[in-house]
């Protein structure tokens, strides 16, 4: 009857409710699982180092909220669970991550600094991690136009992070234009004299046999030198007399200093030789040639990329409709398709968000193992360097969201629009627009001094 009619209508959501929860808690865990994995198998790998399980398990929270952010771009294109549930999974998403990222993660990063709090005057270095991570809230909440004191709100602590993110997402992107275009084409390959090329290889072994030698009589002659230590001098300094033995002695070290240098240098134009042969190899096979065509995509893409940052920033153009459904309806209009533009829409966003999510992804995850390997050569300490990498992820992936919002068809933007609030999402693509245009002109021109300096250099034998 009607009574058991309404008693089911109020029941249900309960249990929807519950599965939705628990569908999300669960991708959390695996999502967690993956950055336990990720963090020891190859963050420590490239590391000198061990960092504690307690940062393995900061990195590995921080990656799971980073994810989860990513999963419920995917649940708004999909329309998957109820308004209700992703809405409030946004805002404790979003409230999590803002945790981590503006208390958890940077007064652990501080304390690291300080020492840890092993061993004795523990109070004192965590009074001195307060006081840096008091520092960070400082510059933090400087960052924003508004009340010092907006960070602390979901939406102030959400547009102080994305402009950090924003800024690192613009720096690869810029670096990534104009670099990945210009190793993929051959036209970029410098050539190679294989004479050349063997001629170093022989005046490097020729020249290491030489200081071996060399090496060798110097070892003898200071065994001489100690079994006869009263040897008669053959001349007279300001400072002493000198042997004919001490004197041989002096030569070769000046001449083993000598034959080093030529080696080193002998070895570092061999080694640029060796790998622009390597490049020019790998061109030559299949993948190869498949990377030459996409490089000319790619630099095709470059440009109107350039052309389209210069055009926003100079007409001051604000974007109001995705790209899918901008270009899918001029599409559509030239050519008179009788196609539904917002159900095939939604199908090509969510390939594109997916697409732009793994890329993305992997791109920074690769950057991350990069860095790790290069910060651990610094001297700096495994723990300071995965909570860095933990604070750098969680705000790349932040940004993401941010700027990902524009790829989404405008029903798609309703919930994180509100839980966002007053945020001048336009602000983020013109800033993305400034720094992508200063990375990208900073690495041409990189490139373009490089290939001078390789230019007039030369990878010739050393006579």
Not at 304 to 315: G, R, T
């Amino acid at each position: 009857d009607g009574s058991f009619v309404t008693v089911q209508a109020t029941n249900a959501p309960p249990c929807n409710s519950m599965w939705e929860w628990t569908t999300l808690i669960a991708s959390q865990v695996v999502f967690a699982g993956c950055g336990w994995l990720f963090s020891n198998l190859r963050l420590q790998h490239n590391s000198k180092g061990s960092s504690s399980w307690q940062q393995s398990a900061t990195f590995a929270a921080t990656f799971a909220v980073s994810f989860s952010l990513l999963e419920l771009v995917v649940f708004e294109i999909l329309d998957t669970f109820s308004r209700e549930f992703r809405h409030s999974a946004w805002r404790l998403e979003l409230q999590t991550t803002m945790v981590l990222l503006v208390v958890v993660l940077p007064f652990s990063f501080c304390l690291q600094l300080t020492g840890g709090i092993q061993g004795r005057q523990w109070l004192s270095r965590l009074g001195k991690a307060f006081l840096g991570w008091l520092l960070f809230l400082v510059l933090f909440a400087r960052l924003g136009q508004g009340s010092i004191f907006d960070f602390l709100t979901l939406q102030g602590a959400v547009a102080r992070v994305g402009v950090i993110g924003v800024t690192s997402i613009a720096l690869l992107s810029g670096f990534g234009a104009v670099y990945t275009p210009y190793k993929f084409l051959h036209m970029f390959l410098q050539e190679v004299d294989q004479v050349e090329l063997r001629k170093l290889r022989e005046q490097l072994a020729s020249s290491n046999r030489l200081m071996q030698d060399k090496r060798r009589k110097r070892y003898d002659l200071q065994q001489r030198m100690a079994r006869n230590p009263k040897e008669e001098s053959t001349g007279w300094s300001w400072f002493g007399s000198k042997s004919a033995d001490e004197t041989a002695l002096e030569n070769m070290d000046q001449d083993i200093i000598a034959m080093a240098t030529m080696a080193q240098q002998i070895e570092s134009n061999l080694a640029d030789m060796e790998s622009a042969n390597q490049r020019r190899e790998a061109a030559m096979t299949l993948k190869g040639q498949v990377l030459n065509v996409c490089g000319y995509f790619l630099s095709a893409y470059c440009v109107f990329k350039v052309c389209m940052a210069i055009l926003s920033l100079i007409l001051g153009l604000t974007k109001k409709k995705d790209p899918v459904t901008r270009f899918m309806q001029i599409a559509v209009d030239w050519l008179r398709l009788g196609i539904d533009v917002k159900l095939w829409s939604q199908q090509i966003s969510f390939l594109l968000v997916g697409l732009i999510i793994l890329a993305s992804t992997r791109n920074l995850l690769i950057k991350m193992s990069q860095a790790m390997q290069w910060l651990s050569t610094t001297g700096s300490t495994p723990n300071a360097i995965m909570t860095l990498m933990a604070q750098l992820m969680g705000m790349y992936f932040v940004a993401m969201v941010i700027l990902m919002r524009m790829n989404m068809p405008p029903e798609y933007r309703t919930i994180i629009t509100d839980v966002l609030g007053s945020l001048e999402f336009n602000f983020y693509h013109r800033w993305f627009d400034r720094i992508f245009l200063i990375s990208a002109a900073t690495c041409f021109g990189s490139i373009y001094v490089s290939r001078k300096t390789a230019a007039t250099s030369s990878w010739k034998s050393i006579d």
